[in-house]
């Protein structure tokens, strides 16, 4: 059960992550 829960919260964190660091790089790349 641990190990479930474990996994979706890295499934979560990547959900969370992928756009923020999608805007930081299109942020990045029009300052650029």
Known sequence: ???LLNHSGLL????????????????TRITQ
Request: glycine content about 6%.
């Open 12 to 27: 979560l964190a990547a959900l969370i992550s992928a756009p923020v660091f999608y805007i930081g790089l299109s942020k």
């Open 1 to 3: 059960m641990s190990t």
